[in-house]
């Protein structure tokens, strides 16, 4: 299936799919977890960390950027006239477009278009943004033994592995209100929240397999309830993820699918096991 802008074909534009940054595919972005709307957590001023908010009626979920890359032959003349033909058509819709990939078709408006010119090859890189990501319910992996683990699940039943120890962040001292003179202020308060953040590579053996374990992801760190993190055996923590995550780095092999996997996840509580 060819990339469509209100079912026109991008060649219509002269625009031929390149390669996203690191990656051999044209597009990037359509699989990220978004990030929570809204207020997350609630810091008291007598505890360390917060109170998270992560009952079903209290996350929102924002929008996520989708990246598409192309080239356009031919000179700057004829790549401008392109992309003037490209943004009348766009700007001529009155609700959002869509965008059809050989992925999915999602509804989306132009962010931003920008131009590397050149005068025999151009490079066209879009920016969409999908304000309304539904997530669709799909059965998750089933729980069995290994030495990391999201609530029981192995990291490898969604097709993540490691790359290296987890970054783990102390929350930093609260801000206050302390005035001083001639020297530099401080006052003991209590910290904020802790974070660690998972760093993988995501390994799939089709395309379809890829989008599967993606979505399976996506439903396991928006569905409501703090996740129970297991790494190495060792720690277990009870998290839950604010920012979402991200899919990059996609590239393709014969039928396998290799990406890398990205999440910062809010830490409310660990343990040693």
Not at 50 to 68: C, K, Q, S
Not at 112 to 133: A, C, G, H, W, Y
Not at 224 to 247: H, M, P, Q, T, W
């Amino acid at each position: 299936m060819a990339y469509t802008i209100n079912g026109v074909d991008i060649s219509q534009y002269g625009i031929i799919p390149g390669r996203t940054d690191n990656s051999n595919i044209a597009l990037s972005g359509w699989l990220d977890l978004p990030g929570r709307m809204g207020e997350i957590c609630h810091e008291w001023a007598e505890e360390d960390g917060a109170e998270p908010y992560v009952l079903a009626d209290e996350i929102d979920l924002a929008g996520i950027d989708i990246a598409f890359d192309g080239l356009i032959k031919g000179t700057k003349d004829l790549c401008l006239t392109k992309i003037e033909s490209l943004l009348d058509d766009i700007s001529s819709a009155t609700d959002t477009i869509i965008l059809g990939t050989p992925y999915g078709n999602f509804n989306v408006y132009l962010k931003s278009l920008t131009t590397k010119q050149d005068q025999i090859i151009s490079e066209v890189n879009m920016i969409f943004r999908q304000p309304v990501v539904n997530i669709q319910p799909i059965l998750l992996p089933a729980i069995a033994t290994e030495k990391n683990t999201f609530s029981g699940i192995p990291f490898s039943s969604f097709g993540l592995h490691l790359k290296s120890l987890p970054d783990y962040i102390v929350g930093e001292l609260r801000a206050h209100d302390l005035t001083t003179y001639n020297a530099e202020r401080y006052k003991k308060t209590k910290r904020g929240t802790r974070k660690v953040t998972l760093d993988c590579w995501l390994v799939a053996f089709s395309m379809s397999d890829f989008i599967e374990k993606c979505n399976q992801l996506r439903i396991y760190f928006s569905e409501s309830g703090l996740k129970e993190i297991r790494l190495y055996d060792k720690l277990l923590l009870s998290a839950y993820a604010a920012d979402g995550f991200s899919i990059s780095e996609i590239n393709t092999s014969g039928n396998k699918v290799i990406a890398g996997f990205k999440i910062q996840l809010i830490v409310n509580s660990e343990s040693i096991i």
